[in-house]
């Protein structure tokens, strides 16, 4: 089994593909093929140690290479150097232009914690951005809010910690997406069960909801909105817009209810929201 999660265009026109692999060192592998702007194969990585490594999020670097993120449950063992500091951890390898490990670092606290977006920031750093069950232990600073919390890491070049920050209410919270805006902070999104608690202002809709957090440079929340109806809306990806508005893109299998507008055509439907600056619907 071969399961694609990320792709993205280099700057020599060809194309960056990363997912995982059973055909693998361990159970599962990070696996990482470099095609052309024809999509045939330049070259490809097996990374991973001897139990599950699941690479979700991968983009090329300002010196050509390439960072890695996603999560693992591997103690040290083939490419692994570092142990699992609990069932599982943000795992980030940062490559060069070939494929070669410069470095990497294992990330997290006593329980699980899924890495599901990295992306370089304007200073040569990284922030990371999955979910956590973890409190207080290993790498994690801040018990846990819920049963599941976003859980965002900014890193230095070299993959040192330099700032984190624990987000989220008292029930579920699952962080998939985070992209850098043009203030030099941040926009969060995933999918969000919890009512008013913790960090969170406004109560579900219904058994999960879009959930966006703008953060500032240091990681505080400077607002958040919460977006669905009575179904399951379960946000995928958030991106700035070239008017500071955000576009967001998930599933859903809601009626028309809260903030939705249409009936659900089948058992789950692509639902794309747009916001203006502040996270406000717009359409």
Known sequence: SERPYSIQQTTDGGYILGGWSSNSIGVTDYWIVKVDSLGNIQWQETIGGSSDDILESICQTADGGYILGGWSNSNVSGDKTENSNGSYDYWVVKLNSTGTIQWQNTIGGSSSDQLHAIRQTHDGGYILGGYSISNISGDKSENRIGVNDYWIVNIDSRG?????????????????????????????????????????????NGNGDYWIVK????????????????????????????????????FSDSNIGGDKTE????????????????GNILW
């Open 215 to 250: 953060v500032d440079s240091l990681g505080d929340i400077l607002w958040q909105n919460t977006i669905g109806a009575s179904g399951m809306d379960d946000l995928q990806y958030v991106q700035q817009t070239n008017d500071g508005g955000y576009i967001l893109g998930g």
């Open 160 to 204: 040192l910690i330099q700032w984190q920050n624990t987000i989220g209410g008292g029930s579920g919270d699952y962080l998939n997406s985070v992209q850098l805006t043009s203030d030099g902070g941040y926009i969060l999104g995933g999918k969000s069960a919890s009512n008013i608690s913790g960090d969170k202002t406004e109560n579900s």
């Open 263 to 278: 009936n659900s055509n089948g058992r789950r439907d692509y639902w794309i929201v747009k916001t203006d600056g502040v």
